[in-house]
Nanobody
Framework: QVQLVESGGGLVQAGGSLRLSCAASGSIGSINAMGWYRQAPGKQRELVATIRSGGSANYADSVKGRFTISRDNAKNTVYLQMNSLKVEDTAVYYC???????????????WGKGTLVTVSS
C-alpha cells in the first residue's frame, strides 16, 4: 500500500512564502514524475508543477518565477517552495506521484489528501 502525505500548508499574507512537502511511503518500486496540483473553491483541479526523476520540471504559467518544485529521490519526497504568494493562490494543494508498486510491472497515479493554503490580502 502506498501513501502520499502532504504538509506545510497554512495561512499566509499576500507576498509571503510557504513550503509544501509530500512524502511517499509504502512498497514503492520506482517513482517517475511527482507533482503538485491545486483546487480552488468552485474551480477544477489544475496542475501547478511537476518534476521528473531526472529533475526536469514543468510549471503552470501562473506560478512561473514564484514557485519552485524540487525532489529528494532518496526520501521519495517532493517539495514546493512558494514565494510572492497571491490571494489567487488560495486552494487545496494535492501531491501526485506516478509510481510503480514494488511487485508490479506498471505505474499508476497516486494522490495525497491535500493541504490547504490560504493567502490573505
Amino acid at each position: 500500500q502506498v501513501q502520499l502525505v502532504e504538509s506545510g500548508g497554512g495561512l499566509v499574507q499576500a507576498g509571503g512564502s510557504l513550503r509544501l512537502s509530500c512524502a511517499a511511503s509504502g512498497s514503492i518500486g520506482s517513482i517517475n514524475a511527482m507533482g503538485w496540483y491545486r483546487q480552488a473553491p468552485g474551480k477544477q483541479r489544475e496542475l501547478v508543477a511537476t518534476i521528473r526523476s531526472g529533475g526536469s520540471a514543468n510549471y503552470a504559467d501562473s506560478v512561473k518565477g514564484r514557485f519552485t518544485i524540487s525532489r529528494d529521490n532518496a526520501k521519495n519526497t517532493v517539495y514546493l517552495q512558494m514565494n510572492s504568494l497571491k490571494v489567487e493562490d488560495t486552494a487545496v494543494y494535492y501531491c501526485n506521484a506516478n509510481l510503480r508498486v514494488a511487485d508490479r510491472n506498471y505505474a499508476m497515479d497516486y494522490w495525497g489528501k491535500g493541504t490547504l493554503v490560504t493567502v490573505s490580502s
